[in-house]
């Protein structure tokens, strides 16, 4: 189970934390995965609102992008990688700015105009400046995840 999908189905998430836990083979590199694009998705997260519709091409942005940002969720509970205090508090943050994005912020849309109203949406605009934050404090741990990965 992919960490986006346990995001979607909150009350799996314990679930698949116990089950990672039974089996630690490849608890590792299914956490580190999940951590390299829940931190793709900060980056984008980090973006205005153009280009945050254009990397996600204009399909269902506001939706994925709160959907995929909700992973923060279950990386916070999980004993795997080591956050310190401070990462996991912006971490929080980001989690609680997600949650509280209302109805209109998102909303989807079929044209880029719509898309774009949904992005402008002040929340979003919350969620940008954690998402920025976050990306410079989690900088130690991306590089681990890079390190572990074997990625440049």
């Not at 116990?18 to 995965?33: F, P």
């Not at 829940?38 to 945050?52: N, W």
């Not at 080591?82 to 609680?96: E, N, P, R, V, Y």
């Not at 880029?112 to 969620?127: C, F, I, Y």
């Amino acid at each position: 189970m992919r960490g986006e999908q346990c995001a979607a189905k909150s009350r799996n998430c314990l679930g698949l934390l116990s089950i990672m836990k039974a089996n630690d083979g490849s608890q590792r590199d299914t956490l580190e995965n999940s951590y390299f694009y829940f931190v793709k998705t900060l980056s984008i997260l980090a973006e205005a609102p153009a280009q945050q519709c254009d990397a996600m091409g204009y399909y269902n942005v506001a939706w994925e992008l709160r959907d995929e940002g909700l992973d923060v969720d279950w990386l916070i509970q999980q004993e795997v990688i080591k956050f310190t205090a401070g990462q996991i508090g912006g971490m929080k943050d980001l989690s609680t700015a997600l949650h509280a994005l209302d109805t209109e912020a998102s909303k989807g849309g079929e044209t880029r105009d719509e898309h774009l109203k949904a992005m402008s949406n002040p929340g979003w605009q919350t969620v940008r400046d954690i998402a920025r934050k976050l990306l410079v404090s989690l900088a130690p741990s991306t590089l681990e995840n890079r390190k572990y990965l074997k990625l440049p």
